[in-house]
């Protein structure tokens, strides 16, 4: 049984997207152990993100982060980081394939619905960064 880190977005929240995101999480047979809706800080949204503070993008992932009410959960299962990972789509919503949440709701790369952790690693410090 493994752990992942996902978050519905402020787009996601905003559009309604929420029960969709945990729809498709539970129908795939998978279980949420934690959820909170919450409103990120300015530091958590610089700490989530560290990996990316050189991109010319960072400033405006923190502020788009940042900007509204997200909803932060864990889900369990079996195998179950790459699995969301496969079933969120990649990170160009354009790219991403029909079928994914992705490919299905977004457009835009900087507001493409949800985060889900890409490593066992990532989980596990994202995991206690958010429900510490
Ligand atoms: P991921 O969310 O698929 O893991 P990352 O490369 O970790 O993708 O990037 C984190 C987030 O930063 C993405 O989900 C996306 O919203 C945003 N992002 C990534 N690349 C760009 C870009 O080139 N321009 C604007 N935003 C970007
Ligand atoms: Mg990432």
Same mark, same amino acid.
């Given at each position: 049984?493994? *752990?992942?880190?996902?978050?519905?977005?402020?787009? /996601? %929240?905003?559009?309604?997207?929420? /029960?969709?995101?945990?729809?498709?999480?539970?129908?795939?047979?998978?279980?949420?152990?934690?959820?909170?809706?919450?409103?990120?800080?300015?530091?958590?949204?610089?700490? *989530?993100?560290?990996?990316?503070?050189?991109?010319?993008?960072?400033?405006?992932?923190?502020?788009?982060?940042?900007?509204?009410?997200? %909803?932060?959960?864990?889900?369990?299962?079996?195998? %179950?980081?790459?699995?969301?990972?496969?079933? %969120? /789509?990649?990170?160009?919503?354009?790219?991403?394939?029909? /079928?994914?949440?992705?490919?299905?709701?977004?457009?835009?790369?900087?507001?493409?619905?949800? *985060?889900?952790?890409?490593?066992?690693?990532?989980?596990?410090?994202?995991?206690?960064?958010?429900?510490?």
């Amino acid at each position: 049984m493994s *752990h992942t880190f996902l978050m519905v977005k402020p787009d /996601g %929240v905003a559009r309604g997207l929420t /029960g969709e995101v945990i729809s498709r999480v539970e129908r795939k047979g998978y279980s949420i152990s934690r959820l909170k809706k919450m409103t990120i800080s300015d530091e958590l949204a610089r700490e *989530h993100y560290g990996e990316h503070v050189d991109k010319p993008f960072f400033g405006e992932l923190v502020s788009f982060i940042t900007s509204g009410p997200v %909803v932060a959960m864990v889900v369990e299962g079996e195998d %179950v980081v790459s699995t969301i990972r496969r079933m %969120v /789509g990649v990170t160009d919503p354009k790219e991403a394939a029909p /079928g994914t949440i992705r490919g299905d709701y977004a457009v835009e790369i900087g507001s493409n619905i949800v *985060h889900a952790s890409d490593s066992d690693e990532s989980a596990a410090r994202e995991i206690k960064l958010f429900f510490r």
